[in-house]
């Protein structure tokens, strides 16, 4: 029961902190102070504070979106485990759910945006949607690996740590090609350099940040707390694969936990100051290349 309880806490409160620490990682690669780890918490306060700018073309589709986008993040958090914890809610396939509770949670975001009737935002939905096509067989071929090397059909013994951090010599090269492949997936999937820039404002070149011009107050709120959770989900999935084996202690096990997603973080963070944001036309062969590492993957697996 404490397990379960830990596991809702740390969904509910931790997702922001991902971000202010990607933001300070900038600012000290940058040579700047840069803003409080904890700034994304203040922000998301003001945000709920404000009023809402609501255009009179819009439908209650705009107002579905974010929070039919949250709801669906947060469900999937609901089907992954956290280090040693087991996910709250479990079955065989479940990893099925999983997938496409974040295309649902892509679908409503898209449809918010067009419901404004601008162009721009149509545009960047265009790009979400295509890119999108591109990163989920890769996420379904790392499944499938999941799946041959654990025996399971449920994403809380496909990604028990235990076994996985080894990296056994005859496990060790699939087992790379994965992390690197679902890496790139994590990047493209949170609109990360080099697939997007969180930060920029040229609407030409933006992909989902263009999405939500439209959106403020409360509303735009949702939408950046979703945006956290939801690479806190990615992030989580990932570090299940490559933290430590487990020792049995429950604070033991979700420090390690806790200290592989803010290393992620810092990782996330070092990566959008050393590099710029690809070409909007390389971005796919970007999205090929996981596709590409998590299939070879499981070939290796299966020959």
Known sequence: MADRIIHLFVILLMPPLLFGIINKTKAIMAGRKGAPVLQPYFDLTRLFRKGMVVSTTTTWAFFAGPVVTLSAVMLAGLL?????????????GDFILF?????????FTTVAAMD???AFEGMGSARELTFAALTEPGLFFAFLVFIKFSGSLSLTK???????SSFSQGNFAPLVMVVLGLAIILLAENSRIPVDDPNT????????????????GPLFGIIQYASSVKLFILGSFLCDIIMPSLTGIGWIDWCVFC???FILAIAIGVVESVMARMRMSRVPVLLIA??????SALILFVR
């Open 201 to 216: 404002h040229l609407e030409l070149t933006m992909i989902h940040e263009v999405m939500v011009l439209d959106h403020s």
């Open 80 to 92: 992954i485990p956290l280090g040693h914890s087991p996910a709250l809610i479990s079955f065989a």
């Open 99 to 107: 997938a496409y509770l974040f295309g649902l949670a892509r679908f």
């Open 259 to 261: 200290f592989c997603l």
């Open 290 to 295: 996981s596709f590409l590492l998590c299939g």
């Open 116 to 118: 404004t009737g601008s």
């Open 158 to 164: 496909m990604l028990q740590p235990i076994g996985y």
